[in-house]
T-cell receptor
Framework: SQQGEEDPQALSIQEGENATMNCSYK?????LQWYRQNSGRGLVHLIL?????REKHSGRLRVTLDTSKKSSSLLITASRAADTASYFC????????????FGTGTQLKVEL | GAVVSQHPSWVICKSGTSVKIECRSL??????MFWYRQFPKQSLMLMAT?????????EQGVEKDKFLINHASLTLSTLTVTSAHPEDSSFYIC?????????FGSGTRLTVV
């Protein structure tokens, strides 16, 4: 079942600006992951944050997790046109048999 | 890094025919694979969990007789869409769970005409 919701659904920014995407979920989790999907392609794993972590960085990516609010955010700094893609959060629910549940996704467009 | 090879990347078939999609883990053993379906501009919906050597576990609402899953080896899982209809047209993606995360195939675009 679909449990995550992301906002905004779509985001259009200029190159060089920062992009922030938010994800909310409903159940307890082991971890939360962010993925990127270019149009019509498979998913690329970006970053995983465990339930006992609050913030994680990877290159231009910064992810936060607030388990009390059941929410996470993905920040892409100094965006590039090549960052144009759909971004999904996915949760690994506690006792969920390792089945990832994906959010609704944010379509990011970075314009030159 | 871990790679899951998914074939074909796209397929067009006639209504009523069956289509098989393969996912292979190239450099690791995948005891569990997941099959997802994605409609345009929507998220991934889990269809079933495939376990090597045992029957697949299907999510509620997914017809097991229509979407046949076979995980005969530690490196290969297949999804067969039987008697395909236009409403089965979608993007199908497999995923394999590894020790520290998940690796996704590149997806298969199925169009049933």
């Amino acid at each position: 079942s679909q449990q995550g919701e992301e906002d905004p659904q779509a985001l259009s920014i200029q190159e060089g600006e920062n992009a922030t995407m938010n994800c909310s979920y409903k159940t307890s989790i082991n971890n939360l992951q962010w993925y990127r999907q270019n149009s019509g392609r498979g998913l690329v794993h970006l970053i995983l944050i465990r339930s006992n972590e609050r913030e994680k960085h990877s290159g231009r990516l910064r992810v936060t997790l607030d388990t009390s609010k059941k929410s996470s955010s993905l920040l892409i700094t100094a965006s590039r046109a090549a960052d144009t893609a759909s971004y999904f959060c996915a949760t690994d629910p506690t006792g969920g048999g390792n089945k990832l549940t994906f959010g609704t996704g944010t379509q990011l467009k970075v314009e030159l | 890094g871990a790679v899951v090879s998914q074939h074909p990347s796209w397929v067009i078939c006639k209504s009523g025919t069956s289509v098989k999609i393969e996912c292979r883990s190239l450099d690791f053993q995948a005891t569990t694979m997941f099959w997802y379906r994605q409609f345009p501009k929507q998220s991934l919906m889990l269809m079933a969990t495939s376990n090597e050597g045992s029957k697949a576990t299907y999510e509620q609402g997914v017809e097991k007789d229509k979407f046949l899953i076979n995980h005969a080896s530690l490196t290969l899982s297949t999804l067969t869409v039987t008697s395909a209809h236009p409403e089965d047209s979608s993007f199908y993606i497999c995923s394999a769970r590894r020790k520290y995360g998940y690796t996704f195939g590149s997806g298969t675009r199925l169009t049933v005409v």
